[in-house]
């Protein structure tokens, strides 16, 4: 093997190790970001299959929802529809505010006394309720 061959050989050994020192903190911080993501999914379904609510009674404008499920939420973020139409926020009051610890009701005034209404968490669960 003459001098130019052993010279093609350290430069492309060379170049392996550097591309390799390169490559190597890319690839270690996609890795942690994929195993970082991979914890928040499965966090985010742990939380989703903790919660359950359920819609207990209704009265006049006002339904009780009770939350059955083992995780505290936060009863302010919760979303109402009322026969299929969105609500916002003033269109329906929530009492109380705030934290919503498992098994504990709040009262949510709708303004309405027919129709279908489903409540909905922050996290997706939800249950409807008829109104005669």
Do not use: C
Not at 47 to 76: Q, R
Not at 83 to 109: E, H, M
Request: glycine share 8%; charged share 15%.
């Amino acid at each position: 093997m003459g001098f130019s061959a052993s010279a093609v050989v350290v430069i492309f050994t060379a170049s392996i190790i550097y591309m390799a020192t390169m490559f190597y903190p890319l690839g270690d911080m996609a890795f942690h970001q994929v195993q970082e993501a991979k914890k928040n999914s499965n966090d985010m379904w742990n939380e989703k299959l903790n919660t359950k609510i359920v819609i207990t009674k209704w009265e006049g404008n006002s339904i009780t929802v009770f939350n059955n499920g083992s995780i505290p939420l936060n009863s302010s973020k919760i979303d109402v529809i009322i026969n299929g139409l969105f609500k916002s926020s003033p269109s329906y009051t929530v009492n109380p505010t705030g934290v919503w610890p498992p098994r504990t009701s709040i009262d949510v005034n709708i303004g309405t006394g027919s129709g279908k209404v489903k409540i909905i968490t922050e996290n997706g669960a939800a249950d409807y309720y008829s109104l005669p």
